[in-house]
């Protein structure tokens, strides 16, 4: 196995407020690996520091090798981002936004695979204000590959959906890692977190509460009923 991203001891905080006091975890090559918490839990702001997007106060953070404080535009080409809340002007298209975010990339992936490969073919002239809330995770996940990154970080992607688009983008979320990406899904559910992931942190309060495969947590104790009381 080989180890993708390497967190030890994550610090960081906002003036007083600390928002990950001390998160260390390691991902492997080709795996789903969930980060599982609630809200404000500090999940954002961990995946952020490894997404080169926020600076540490403390720890190490590696992706392959790369340093975000150290590298930032070298962790721009290996780590991939979904935003949470995708903001894109309302009236450009889905192929039209693909491309633009292309264009930001040394190496970028091929639009018309990405629309493929998320089943946005069909939607391709659609305006992004007219995408149904499925659809638009579907396009943030493409925005997410667009620069052809080996790890990709997704962050609530289901959040508000109904069952049958959470199902699609769950299917879709499997699909990416089988064609070789690395994943890291933040996630405030456990149904989600045991359907895709492969292993998780479970954040509380800045700090790591539990670890291990989904199957190990719930003996652990952890059923859904507790992660839901916890979470
Ligand atoms: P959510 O599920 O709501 O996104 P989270 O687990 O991702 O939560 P973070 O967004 O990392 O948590 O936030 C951790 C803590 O840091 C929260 O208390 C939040 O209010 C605070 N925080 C986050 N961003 C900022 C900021 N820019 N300035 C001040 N405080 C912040």
């Known amino acids: 196995m080989t180890t993708v991203v390497q967190v030890e001891n994550l610090r960081k905080s906002y003036g007083a407020k600390v928002a990950v006091a001390d998160v260390s975890f390691a ?23 490894l997404a080169g997007l926020r600076r540490a106060d403390g720890g190490s953070v590696r992706v392959l090798g790369v340093d975000p404080r150290k590298d930032p535009q070298a962790i721009r080409t290996v780590v991939g981002v979904q935003l949470q809340e995708a903001r894109l002007p309302a009236r450009i298209t889905v192929i039209e936004a693909l491309h633009l975010f292309a264009s930001f990339y040394p190496d970028p992936a091929d639009p018309e695979e990405l629309l493929g490969m998320l089943g946005l073919t069909e939607h391709r002239g659609k305006q992004f204000a007219k995408l149904s809330g499925g659809l638009k995770q579907r396009l943030s ?17 289901t959040t ?19 064609s070789g990406v690395t994943i890291i899904l933040v996630t405030h559910f456990m149904d989600e977190a045991e359907r895709l992931c492969d292993r ?9 509460v539990a670890a291990g495969s989904p199957a190990e947590l719930i003996r652990g104790g952890n059923d859904e009923r507790t992660f839901r009381m916890r979470l």
Do not use: C, H, M, Y
Request: glycine share 12%; no cysteine; aromatic share 2%.
């Open 200 to 208: 998780l942190v479970v954040i509380d309060e800045g700090r790591v």
């Open 160 to 178: 508000g959906l109904d069952p049958q688009a959470r199902r699609e983008v769950w299917d879709l979320v499997e699909r990416v890692r089988d």
């Open 141 to 157: 996940i493409a925005l997410a590959l667009v620069g052809n990154p080996q790890v990709a970080i997704l962050d609530e992607l």
């Open 27 to 49: 991902v492997e090559r080709g795996e789903i690996f969930g980060i599982l918490g609630r809200n404000g839990a500090g999940k954002t702001t961990s995946v952020e520091t």
